[in-house]
């Protein structure tokens, strides 16, 4: 699949992701508190595939900077018509290209490195376009560590057109490529009941 054609797929569903309650409201705001603790107000933060926008509007007030970034126009269009803070923009960008304006204190990437075509490519990007001693806070869906029959249903959807192509890896799998782009990873964490999407915050040496 092109990444224009990624990108079109995330356009068409992006009026139902926005108006998809969340599965685990409890998780979702101890994952925010986790990741407020760790910013401090002089930090400039990117954040790849931002979708429509919630997180970097709830997190942009802890920041100096906050920009959010998205391949989609249609997810950035939805996230840019709800009131934000001044200090949150937002931008069209794919992941292995959004660095304008770097380097960054932290790089944020929820959901989304599992969907890139490149992992390795992308992390060492994020790698080298943080400062010294950055940091980058990712949630990440490690579907091959997933149950053979939810990893046959993704397959379906995939099929037809419902679900997007993701990289397949398993949590230690991740975890290696992370430490290979050269971070050192300085914690881990499973927000909610799902042991899946593991919150991982690395650091550049
Ligand atoms: C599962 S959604 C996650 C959105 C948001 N981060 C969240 O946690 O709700 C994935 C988002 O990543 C974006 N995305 C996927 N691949 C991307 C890429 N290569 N570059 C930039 N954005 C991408 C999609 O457009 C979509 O908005």
Not at 95 to 122: K, M, N, R
Request: proline content about 7%; aromatic content about 8%.
């Amino acid at each position: 699949m092109t990444k224009a054609a990624q990108a079109t797929f995330w356009d068409k569903i992006a009026e139902r992701y926005a108006a998809r309650p969340l599965k685990d409201p409890d998780a979702y705001e101890a994952m925010l508190a986790d990741a407020a603790g760790r910013l401090k107000p002089s930090d400039h933060v990117l954040e790849i595939g931002c979708g429509t926008g919630s997180t970097a509007i709830r997190l942009a007030p802890s920041v100096a900077q906050w920009t959010a970034a998205d391949f989609s126009p249609e997810m950035l269009r939805i996230a840019k018509a709800k009131p934000a803070p001044q200090n949150l923009r937002f931008v069209l960008a794919d992941a292995q290209s959004a660095f304008e304006g770097g380097p960054f204190d932290v790089i944020c990437a929820f959901q989304v490195l599992h969907l890139v075509d490149d992992l390795p490519g992308t992390l060492s990007r994020i790698h080298a376009q943080l400062k010294p001693g950055g940091m980058m806070i990712a949630k990440t869906w490690c579907f091959a560590d997933m149950k053979l029959s939810l990893r046959g249903l993704f397959l379906v959807l995939r099929a037809v057109g419902l679900f997007p192509p993701v990289n397949a890896l398993t949590k230690t799998a991740l975890r290696e490529k992370i430490r290979d782009a050269g971070f050192q990873i300085v914690d881990e964490r499973v927000f909610g009941t799902n042991p899946h999407g593991p919150y991982i915050v690395a650091r550049k040496a």
